[in-house]
């Protein structure tokens, strides 16, 4: 019986390990063009082709790492609210379709604030400023909030201006979850770049993506909880 548990419990497991992986993949195949970008950043020898690289990804991101990235979070969704036995390719595809105009305007505002925060928390630790430190606390904040943008869309069916401010009054409503949300992602990214590298091509997208929308999901049960 011991013995039969076990087999049942890995083979569930497997089941769970293909999944993450096979929508990490879709996912990825979606950002050939950024990861491809990405590399060459990393390995960049001159300061003209290192911005152009990233100006380039830059431009890229709402057109193709948000809409896949709602996308993501569709199928994550689907499975936390337990509906396990999904085509992953196809669900992908369907919130891709459902959501891309409103998850390309999110990218449209979202990614050049992105993009200066980055630039600047670079530039002033670079010059030992603690002012480093504000802009890491508000990187981190945008991050979290744009994990939120990504749940709202999936989940609720509101106005594009309702799902932007939703995610701002979520990341500052819920401290607990965001501190969640950011520590979780932080742990996922660090283990995928300082431990196991190969993690970013097996599954530390859709991790991420399920560790965020879980949260969400708690912090929004809860508030119904409270008002009814």
Known sequence: MGTSGFIKG???FSLWVIKFVSLNAIWLIMNIPIVFLFLNVLAAETADHLLVNIFTIVILIPFLLFPSTTAMF????????GNTDIRILHSFWKYYRENYV???LGGVI???LSAILVVDYFYFTEASSPLFYIFLFVGVFIFVLIMHFFSNTVHVDLKFSTTLRNSFLLSVGSPIHTIGIAASSFI???????VASTLIFLGAGSCLAYCSF????????????QKS
Do not use: D, F, H, T
């Open 188 to 194: 996922i990214i660090y283990i995928s770049i300082k």
């Open 110 to 112: 979202i990614a050049p």
């Open 102 to 104: 409103r998850s390309l």
């Open 10 to 12: 890995l083979y569930s």
């Open 74 to 81: 569709g199928v994550v969704r689907q499975w936390i609210m």
């Open 214 to 225: 879980y949260l969400y999901y708690k912090s929004q049960s809860q508030m119904i909880e």
